[in-house]
Structures are given as structure tokens and as C-alpha cells.
């Protein structure tokens, strides 16, 4: 091929880009809507992992009761064990929080009408609720050093802590983070494999243009380059459409189910997190399908 | 030839044809004229035997050359084979990208092959938009924007009023002056005797005769 034949061949990508208007609308719609099922799965499966991580997040704390005998001075002692503790390197500790019996009771009285109910017969003289310190730690990894720790200070009993539930909630979140991606992995195949049909199908539509192209003595290459022209312009237009379709179903549609359907809060993540990720997966699904599937299709046809 | 499905459809076939020689193809429908196009162009290759064109050999040419067959001969095919969403001007261009001539030369030249099938008026029109007369012009004009070695015409007259075959044959000889082999695939008796040129009769895939002007040749 003579390179002066190079911007014909662009140009020619271009004008028949116009000029099969239908079956390039029909290839870019097909794009779309693979991209925008694909992007949408990915933005939910994202944010049940968030949300899980945020949950694991809220219960690095460990509840240490102080004991009912305890005077203030041995409370000064646990406080002072406690700020030694937390100077220590790989402690595990943040921070604590001490909260004095009637904190405590009043915070109790505050979460729930229920428990007010049952609380309000109580008083400072007579305030069964025993003095607390909660210490947050950094990570679960060193928890159990930590509680054998804290064990030491207030004694065995005295210390409650969420381990149970974070295993719980760790194994929830590696089975949904399998799950997601083998779902993921599975509607990108079918994605790319309905993208790669329709592509086949408009280059199939136009299988005696390139017979006569052939006829005329066009080599391979000069048949080729104008129909993977034609599907990097239909890659691109479908992506920046899909990522325009993306935010606004992000932003509305997916952000209205999540919070009208899902039983918990649920604190999403901003659409803007996902850039470039999700641009540049729909660029590289785009590109991939217009070009690979432009150029296996015509080669097919090519032998005349 | 012999088909994949074991339909022999050119047997025993020995003919030469010189450079710069005007031929008519002649026989009834499945007498083996199509399969000797597609021989030609290399759309199907001998299963036995010889066949040169030019300088290739093509029953022993590997595919990427076909391209470079297919240049040196212009083809106007009987269903004319236009680029439907090409303009006029765009389908005879096309030919002369194909081979990379450069872009101030195509737009030299197109107008001038446009003119002479009377076509300029019709240049930004698209086939579908054209007369069947009209549309064989433009394949017309398509097969010779290459100054082809050789002009291949498949029932040129077919799709055309009298006026107009008298017009695309007067073409053609003019072609076949400029010293141009011509090959007339037709079944129009009319034509042949008419214009008194050496005319190749096939029937059932095999030469029943050969007139050279009206002089039998060899048969």
C-alpha cells in the first residue's frame, strides 16, 4: 500500500462511518447498551464492597468494661495502663475513650425508645451500667494481642468485641467480590461477543462492496483499513455516549434504587471515583470490539 | 475446471489470445463463459492445465498477487458491481486509488473518463440514481480509469437500448485501437455479426468454434 493512499483510507473510514448511517446507529446503540449493563453491574457490585469495608471500618472498636468494685483510683490505674499502652509500638491502638457510668446510661437511653423504657427507672445512685472505655484499634490483623492485652488490664470478661462479625462480614465480602467478578468476567464475554455480531452483521451487509472492491484489485489491506476506521469511530462515539448515559443512570437511577431498596444506609460512592476506570473500560471494550471484530469480519470476506 | 462438487465446467479448453486482440465469447447460458471470466480474474483457479495472463501464471499464482491480475485488465460485469454508496465520480476514482495514483492525477483524469461516457452531469449522483444504461456506463468508465492491458466486458449491451450498445461497442473497438485486448462475453448474435470479429463459441464447457472475422479458425 502506498502511504499516499493513507488519509483516502481514513477519509473513506469517515464517509462510510455517515454513510451506513443504520447499521452503524444499530452497531453504536448495541455498544451502548453492553457498556452501560456492564458499567452499571460493576458501579453496584463496587458499592456493596464499599459498604461492607465502611462496616468493617465501624467495628474496630473494643468495649472494655471497668469492674463494679473498681474505686477511681483504679480507674486512674487503667487509664494510665491504658495511655501506656497506646505509646507502645504495633499496640494496635488509636485511641480510647472513657465514659463515666452515667455516659453511659444516657447514651443507652438515647439509642432507643425501648431501651429508655427500660433505663428510666435508673439514676446515678442506683446506675447498674458499668464505666467503659472503648479503644479503637487500626487493624483486625493484631486484634487478638490486643484483646489478650486488654484482658490483662480490666480482666477476662470485661472486654467485648466484634470479631465475630467482621470474620462474618470478611467472608461476605471475598464471596460477593468473587461472585461480582465472575459475573463480571461473564457479561463482558457476552458484551463483547454481541458486539463482535453486530459488527459482523453491518460488515456482513456490505460484503459485495468489498467483493467488488476485490474485483478492482484493492489489495487486503486497502479493503481493511477504512472498515477498522469505521470502528474505532463507532468505539469512540459509543463510549463517550455511554459515559455521558453512565453518570446520569449512575447519579439518578442507580443512586434512587440503592437507597429506595436497600434495607441499610448506604453512603455511595461519588460517580467521579470512577473516572478514568470506567471511561477507559468502555474505550478499551469499544476499541477492542470495532476494531478485532471490523477486521475478523471483513477478512471473512475477503476471499473472492 | 472442475468445480468442487465435481461439475467439470471448462474441459479441454486451447485458446490463446494475443495482445491488443478484440474477441467475442459466445454460447448458451452454462456453456462455461462465466467460468472462464472468473478463471481470468482468478476467482477460481484451473484444477488442471495452464492459464497465463500477462506475465502471471495463474494456475500456480499465490493469492496476494491477484490484486496486482486484477489491475492490468478493466472488468464491466453484466450486474455492473457499483459501489452503491459511492457517488458517480467516487466509484471511477475508486479504481484509480486502488492503485495509488496520486490525487491531482484522479482528479485530471475522472472528469475526462466521465465525459466520455457522457456521464459529467451524473458525477455527484449514486447509482441507484441512474438508469441501468447509465449505471453500465460508469462500470464502463470504471474499467478503463486504469489504462487496463486488457477490457473484460460480461454482456455489455444487456441492460441498454440499441442506441446506447451501439454507442458502449463503438467504445470499445476505440478501446481495443488504442491497442487494448477486448473480451466480449455475450450471447447477442446480433452484436457478433455485426461487428465481424474473432468470436470463440463454447457450449457444454468445451470450444465448438472459433471464427476469426467470420473465418473459421479452428474448432
Keep these: 500500500m502506498k502511504l499516499r493512499n493513507i488519509p483516502h483510507l481514513l477519509g473513506q473510514g469517515f464517509v462510510s462511518f455517515w454513510r451506513n448511517g443504520v447499521m452503524t446507529t444499530a452497531a453504536i446503540l448495541v455498544l451502548i447498551c453492553c457498556m452501560l449493563v456492564l458499567g452499571s453491574f460493576y458501579a453496584v457490585v463496587d458499592n456493596l464492597g464499599a459498604f461492607i469495608d465502611n462496616e468493617i471500618d465501624s467495628l474496630k472498636t473494643v468495649s472494655a468494661y471497668v469492674d463494679a468494685s473498681a474505686s477511681s483510683e483504679d480507674v486512674e490505674g487503667i487509664e494510665a495502663q491504658l495511655k501506656a499502652l497506646a505509646a507502645e509500638e504495633g499496640s494496635n491502638v488509636i485511641s480510647f475513650e472513657h465514659v463515666t457510668k452515667d455516659e453511659v446510661l444516657k447514651q443507652m437511653m438515647e439509642s432507643s425508645d425501648e431501651l429508655r423504657e427500660v433505663l428510666e427507672k435508673y439514676t446515678s445512685e442506683n446506675n447498674p451500667l458499668p464505666e467503659t472505655f472503648y479503644i479503637k484499634f487500626e487493624s483486625f490483623d493484631g486484634v487478638q494481642t490486643l484483646l489478650r492485652n486488654l484482658e490483662g488490664i480490666f480482666g477476662a470478661g470485661n472486654i467485648k468485641s466484634q470479631v465475630v462479625t467482621y470474620e462474618s462480614l470478611k467472608d461476605l465480602r471475598s464471596t460477593a467480590a468473587m461472585v461480582g467478578l465472575w459475573l463480571m468476567v461473564i457479561l463482558l464475554i457476552v458484551a463483547v461477543l454481541v458486539i463482535m455480531n453486530t459488527v459482523k452483521l453491518t460488515v456482513y451487509a456490505r460484503r459485495k462492496e468489498i467483493a467488488i472492491m476485490r474485483y478492482i484489485g484493492a489489495t487486503s489491506v486497502f479493503v481493511v483499513a477504512p472498515f477498522i476506521v469505521e470502528g474505532v469511530l463507532i468505539g469512540l462515539v459509543a463510549t463517550v455516549i455511554s459515559c455521558g448515559l453512565q453518570f446520569l443512570l449512575y447519579n439518578n437511577v442507580i443512586t434512587d434504587l440503592i437507597n429506595d431498596y436497600a434495607a441499610l444506609k448506604i453512603n455511595l460512592v461519588p460517580a467521579m471515583d470512577y473516572v478514568p476506570l470506567i471511561p477507559l473500560a468502555f474505550l478499551a471494550i469499544g476499541l477492542f470490539a470495532g476494531v478485532v471484530a471490523s477486521a475478523i469480519s471483513v477478512k471473512k470476506h475477503l476471499d473472492v | ?219
Design chain 2, 1 to 219: 475446471m472442475v468445480y468442487p462438487n465435481g461439475t467439470a465446467a471448462l474441459s479441454g479448453i486451447n485458446l490463446k489470445i494475443e495482445d491488443g486482440e478484440f474477441v467475442f465469447i459466445v454460447g448458451k447460458s452454462g456453456a462455461g463463459k462465466t467460468t472462464l471470466t472468473k478463471l481470468l480474474l482468478r476467482e477460481e483457479k484451473v484444477t488442471d492445465g495452464k492459464l497465463r495472463v500477462d506475465d502471471f501464471r495463474l494456475e500456480k499464482m499465490p493469492k496476494r498477487k491477484i490484486p496486482h491480475l486484477r489491475r492490468t485488465m478493466g472488468v464491466v460485469f453484466q450486474d455492473f458491481r457499483l459501489f452503491p454508496n459511492k457517488t458517480v465520480y467516487e466509484n471511477v476514482a475508486f479504481a484509480m486509488r486502488v492503485i495509488g495514483e496520486k490525487s491531482s492525477v484522479i482528479k485530471q483524469r475522472v472528469p475526462y473518463f466521465l465525459n466520455l461516457v457522457e456521464l459529467t452531469d451524473k458525477a455527484g449522483s449514486f447509482p441507484t440514481e441512474l438508469s441501468g444504461g447509465e449505471q453500465q456506463r460508469v462500470a464502463f468508465a470504471r474499467a478503463i480509469a486504469n489504462n487496463p492491458k486488457m477490457v473484460i466486458a460480461d454482456e455489455p449491451t444487456g441492460n441498454v437500448d440499441p442506441e446506447m450498445s451501439r454507442d458502449l461497442m463503438d467504445l470499445l473497438i476505440r478501446i481495443n485501437k488504442l491497442g487494448k485486448t477486448v473480451i466480449v462475453i455475450t450471447h447477442d448474435h446480433y452484436l457478433v455479426e455485426q461487428f465481424k470479429k474473432r468470436t470463440v463459441t463454447l457450449d457444454e464447457g468445451r470450444i465448438v468454434g472459433d471464427r476469426n472475422g467470420g473465418v473459421a479458425v479452428e474448432a
